[in-house]
Each structure stands twice: as C-alpha cells, then as structure tokens.
C-alpha cells in the first residue's frame, strides 16, 4: 500500500470523525498523521510496527492504525463510522467547496443524505439560509456536482437541450458550406425526450456523404472520429457523446424514422410497411396502415394498435398550458416575491392563473407556514388579486403527507386553500407496502386535491420510494384526486410509463413546475415534453384548463 492511500484513508477517517463530532483533539491527530505521511520521502510499506513507531509525529496510536491498515487492508475505527453514515453523506466529502463542517449542517440541519438531494436543494435555493452557506457557495457547489453527474456519462434531457439545438444549427451552417440543402436532424433517445441522455445522435443526409466524411476533420469545434460506414463520434467537453450518421439524401427519411424509434417499435412497423424510397416518415407510416405517430411515443408499447385503429392521443403542446399550479414564493424557500412570481406568470407568460402552494408548517426546513402565517399569505393574496385581475392566485398549499397518512393541518385550516397538493418530503425510507398505504391514506383525506411527485425520485441520483403504482392511481380515479408530474428535470414525476394507465382510469394530470423562482417557470416545457411521451392530451390535464373551468373544478373538488 502507497503512502498516499495511507494518508487518503486517514483523511478519510478524520473526515467522518468530524462528521460524528468525536473529540476535536483526535481528530487533528489523524489529520495530521495522514499529512506527515503523505510528505514522508520514503515508503512505509514494509516497515515493522517498530520502525513505524519511530515516524516523528505518529506516536504509538498512529502508528498501531496504519499497522492495521497495512496489514489488514482496512480500518475497524473507519469502517465502524462509516457503517453509521449514510452513503451519500461520505460521498459529499468529494465535492470541492464543502467540508465536514457544512456537511454537518447539510445532513443534520437539512436533513439531506444524498448528493441528490444536495442539488436539488440547491436549485431550490434552500442552502443560502443554512449556516456556513451563501449564494456563492451553494452555486459552486451546484455546479461541481453537475459536473460529476455528467462525468458518470448521463445527462437529464434538460441539460443535454441547449448542446442539442446549438450543435444541430452549427453543424446545419457547417453543411451548407459545401452541400446543396443538406438535411440534418436529431434523432435516437434525444429525439424521443427520453428523461436521461447517454448519447446524441444527429444524422445527416447529403448529396456526397463520401465526401462529406472527408471534409468532417474540417469540423469545429469537435473532432469526430470514425466509428464505422458513415458513423462517427465526438465527446463534447462536458462529456457527452455525439454520435453522426451520414447517409445519402434519398435514404434520410427511412434512416431517420429508424435511429429514432426503439427496437421493438421500428422492427413492428418496418414489418407492415417493408423497406424503401420514402419521401418522408409519414409516408412509412401510411405504407404501414398506421396514422402517424409522433416521436415521443415510439416506445414499442401498444402506440401501433392505436395507430390501427386510429386512436392515437392528440399530444399536448405548451400552449396548451393556461395557468401553473405548485409554485412557491419567499412565504417559505422561494427566491422571489409572492407578486414577483404573480407578475411574472401574468405579463411574461401571457398565463391566466398561479397557484401557489408555499410548504407547510412541519417543513421547518423551508421555513413551512404556520397557521398564522397561512393566514397572512391569504390576506395577501386577497389584494394581489385585486391588482392584478383578471388573472388570479389560487391559494394554495403543499401539505406534507406525514409518516402515518394524515395532512399537516387540521380540517379548520385546510378548508380555507383553494386547493392542496400532499407530498412526502420526510421519512421516505419506506417498503412498498408502507409506502403505498401512506399515500393511498393522503389520498383519501378529502381536501387532498393534487398529489405531489408521487415517489419522491430525483434523477440520476435517487431512486423514489418503492409502491404500488396501481393501487395509488387507482385510489386517485377513486377519490377523484389528481396526480402530478412534477416538471422540475431532475423530477419528471409522476414517471411517464404510468401516464396511460392513470388516463385509461380518467385521472387528471397536472403539469407543476414546483417552480422556487421565476426561472422556474419555464420548467412547465420539460413537464410537457415528459407528458406527451405518456400520451397526455390537454382535455385531461389540469392546468390546461382556463380560468372559469379550474375555478369550477376546485370548487366542485371541495
């Protein structure tokens, strides 16, 4: 074993002595063992404890540790502490611009234990208010785990998006150089709105693609490299691969419809319709007896036997979004005011409504609202709507689901929302079956309106507690609730593999940004992109009801 792995696990060790508040002077014992070692000009390896011992600076402590640790190959002192630490925890000891110290702060005070949840939580702003923490801080930290998380080879589609458009545009401009109308378009996984991004795949149709391929090293600002006929690769800088095809331009469209589709979907049509010229993908849609389907949905589930019969959804769109509801303002963690998100929605977004639906009083972490200040916020909202009518605030609220089903007020207190989206924010180390009967139990409390992010995932980053997905959207057709996709990318939640069962079941949908500033907004497209993949059409989704029929509904709804 190198001193460097040496000093590297004792760091460590001082590292989660820290984190568990152990005495302050062994822990600068260990760390300054760890150091001596990592100066030392020889190595240790192969040393008697004896001569260990003899190190200045070790004394016999020490030198019993690293005696351990070369013998055994590990710490019992180590493993017993990280045995009592959360995963994600000893993680976060990797990112530059946090140390024990704030850690602390994040796990104990915020009750985060994943690197998830830390970027989350700072994209919901939440850190600034934390010890030790300021915008500075909580934004460079943002960024270095962006930067990890697309080190590891997937993207969420949002951060993929801009990469996407500008390299499309440039690589279109490039093209027109030399090649008469070139056809270039996006295609695979991308062009699918698949949440995570492993690759991006661009095919190019053109006249010459011989040629073309040979003037591809001209190209900047990547360099492509030749995978196979007419297929090349680059990595971007920030680590995603882009895949080109090139083909001749009477090919594209055959080319096109099958990098786009999945396996199973383009293998179903490809044997109605069989090979060929085609002018477009419609046309192979048409030879196949199918209407045509769009991107999102060529998922090889049962889109060509609604194609067959001619029953396939009329996809919703962004414009299709009249108003925006779970949104929350400086009342609890959002960055901007109650009016400033109000305004915004009304002059910015040409929007007819927002709900807003500041956390809850058990969310002492956000700074959730007490009863008094539900009350406040209501008065407020009151005079805002005043100002800014036509265009209306539903007072709203998000209810924490508490671990044993119930909302986090009392009746009195509930009846004076418009409407209450429930969601589970605490405890969620959860079995299917408590999981399901916690929600199921929200569910049935007949101010529950909305139900929030249904399994509490973030992407790429934690899984969502385990349930029945049946059994809690049933319950929503039952009790008339409706379910969420939370548009925020690293959500995407209510997953959409689960978006047809609940619409066979007549349950509304509702696109929610979950939006803590007025940048969030604009989350609502990524919701939408998710949606249509689940075959949303804007006759079942909430917030694509103008603002006399969503009045109607909450008011029915009460």
Not at 271 to 299: C, F, Q, V, W
Not at 337 to 350: H, I
Not at 372 to 390: C, S, T
Not at 396 to 402: M, Q
Request: charged share 25%.
């Amino acid at each position: 074993m190198e001193n460097k792995t040496i000093a590297r696990t004792l760091r460590l060790l001082s590292q989660v002595m820290e984190l568990h508040k152990e005495n302050t002077f062994k822990i600068r014992t260990v760390a300054n063992a760890a150091l001596k070692i990592d100066k030392l000009p020889y190595a240790i390896k192969g040393k008697s404890i004896e001569e260990i011992e003899q190190i200045d600076g070790l004394g016999k402590s020490m030198s019993a540790k690293v005696w351990e640790l070369l013998s055994l190959g590990t710490l019992t002192d180590l493993q017993n502490l990280i045995d009592k630490t959360p995963e994600g925890i000893v993680e976060m000891l990797g990112i530059k611009g946090i140390g024990p110290k704030k850690i602390v702060v994040i796990w104990k005070d915020l009750g985060i234990e994943t690197v998830g949840e830390l970027l989350y939580a700072c994209n919901e702003n939440r850190l600034i208010e934390a010890k030790g923490f300021g915008l500075k801080t909580q934004e460079e930290i943002r960024k270095v785990i962006e930067f990890k998380m697309a080190a590891e080879g997937k993207f969420l589609y949002a951060h993929a998006e801009h990469l996407a458009q500008t390299l499309h545009a440039d690589l279109s401009l490039w093209l027109n150089n030399f090649e008469n109308a070139p056809l270039i378009e996006i295609t695979g996984d991308f062009r699918r709105r698949c949440e995570i991004i492993t690759e991006l795949d661009i095919l190019a149709g053109t006249d010459l693609p011989d040629e073309t391929a040979e003037k591809l090293r001209l190209f900047e600002p990547f360099e492509f490299v030749k995978e196979g006929d007419f297929q090349y690769h680059a990595i971007t800088p920030i680590g995603l691969k882009i895949r080109l095809f090139l083909s001749n331009k009477v090919d594209f469209y055959p080319q096109w419809f099958s990098l786009t589709g999945n396996t199973e979907h383009v293998m179903s049509v490809l044997a109605l319709a069989g090979t060929g010229n085609y002018a477009s993908e419609a046309e192979i849609y048409a030879k196949a007896g199918l209407d045509y389907i769009e991107p999102e949905l060529r998922e090889g589930a049962n889109e060509i036997e609604l194609a067959k019969a001619k029953q396939l959804p009329i996809l919703i769109s962004d414009a299709d979004l009249k108003g925006t509801l779970h949104n929350h303002s400086t009342w609890s963690d959002g960055v901007h005011t109650l009016e400033q998100m109000a305004v915004f929605c009304k002059e910015e977004l040409k929007l007819e409504y927002l709900g807003i639906c500041d956390h809850s009083r058990s969310a002492v972490y956000a700074n959730g609202l007490n009863e008094q200040r539900v009350y406040a916020q209501q008065q407020e909202i009151d005079a805002l709507n005043k100002k800014l009518a036509p265009f209306k605030i539903f007072k709203g609220i998000e209810s924490d689901i508490l671990s044993d089903g119930s909302l986090d007020y009392s009746e009195e207190v509930l009846k004076t929302f418009d409407f209450v989206v429930a969601s589970v924010h605490s405890n969620i180390k959860m079995d299917e079956e408590k999981a399901t009967a916690r929600l199921i139990k929200a569910i049935e409390n007949p101010y529950t309106t909305i139900l929030g992010h249904p399994t509490g995932r973030l992407l790429l980053s934690r899984k969502g507690y385990p349930i029945d997905y049946a059994k809690v959207i049933d319950a929503c057709a039952a009790n008339h609730v409706v379910i969420e996709i939370n548009a925020n990318p690293l959500r995407l939640d209510l997953d959409w593999r689960w978006h047809r069962y609940a619409l066979e079941k007549g349950v509304l949908l509702s696109i929610n940004p979950d939006a803590h500033r007025m940048e969030g907004f604009h989350d609502m497209h990524y919701g939408t992109l998710v949606a249509r993949k689940g075959g949303l059409s804007a006759n079942q989704c909430l917030n694509a009801f103008n603002l006399t029929d969503i009045t109607e509904f909450f008011h029915n709804k009460k």
